[in-house]
């Protein structure tokens, strides 16, 4: 059974740093990896998708690498901002079950002014 | 492109009622959407996959007699909790997969269920 893990559970870093959120899962058996953010009390936005051959995906301050062989995911999100506050979740779709997608935890990101 | 909508976004309900959430694909076809239940600064845990024109399924633990899905056409997909109670007062997230574009899912803004 997948299982996805996000660590840390929460983040506060103060503005401007550089900072890299961690995902893992148990089965590299992956189709996809997805990292979103979630602002309290909103839907998902899907910030990035890799696939499972690409190793990196790249948006602006975002860079987000995926290693299926360790089962490991990173976001950087460079030069942090205020407005980067928010719950990141990594999200890994499975080829045994076509388009369903495993959460992870979810990293409570706030970034002090 | 590829916009989810939720409706309503907010609902109180009383115990014992009833009460329906849609899911509609605005700008494409969705042969399959997801449900999803997300506890507070918890994460998001699939209850089932709706089928257009056929039988939902459910996960491990999700009581299919309880969370009533119908995908009655390729844009529109219902959950109705049924005969509410307050544990079951949650943000309902739903997605939906464009036919025919292989596994990717796109989400709706969800539904802030309260039972009171």
């Known amino acids: 059974k997948q299982e996805v893990t996000q660590i840390p559970a929460a983040l506060s870093v103060p503005e401007g740093e550089n900072l890299v959120l961690n995902c893992s899962f148990t089965d590299s058996a992956i189709y996809n990896l997805q990292w979103f953010r979630q602002d309290p009390g909103k839907g998902l936005t899907s910030l990035l998708l890799i696939q499972s051959s690409q190793r990196e995906q790249t948006s602006g301050r975002l860079n987000a690498s995926l290693d299926k062989s360790s089962g490991r995911s990173t976001l950087y999100i460079a030069a942090s901002q205020p407005g980067d506050s928010a719950t990141y979740l990594c999200?890994?779709?499975?080829?045994?079950?076509?388009?369903?997608?495993?959460f992870g935890s979810g990293t409570r990101l706030s970034i002090r002014p | 492109g590829a916009v989810v909508s939720q409706h309503p976004s907010r609902v109180i309900c009383k115990s014992g009622t009833s009460v329906k959430i849609e899911c509609r694909s605005l700008?494409?076809?969705?042969?399959?959407m997801f449900w999803y239940r997300q506890f507070p600064k918890k994460s998001l845990m699939l209850m089932a996959t709706s089928n257009e024109g056929s039988k939902a399924t459910y996960e491990q633990g999700v009581e299919k007699d309880k969370f009533l899905i119908n995908h009655a056409s390729l844009t529109l997909s219902t959950l109705t909790v049924t005969s509410a109670h307050p544990e079951d007062s949650s943000f309902y997230i739903c997605?939906?997969?464009?036919?025919?574009?292989?596994?990717?899912?796109?989400f709706g803004p969800g539904t802030r269920l309260t039972v009171t």
């Open positions: 999200a890994v779709g499975l080829y045994s079950s076509a388009s369903k997608i495993i």
């Open positions: 700008d494409f076809q969705a042969t399959t």
């Open positions: 997605s939906a997969s464009p036919t025919g574009q292989g596994y990717e899912q796109y």
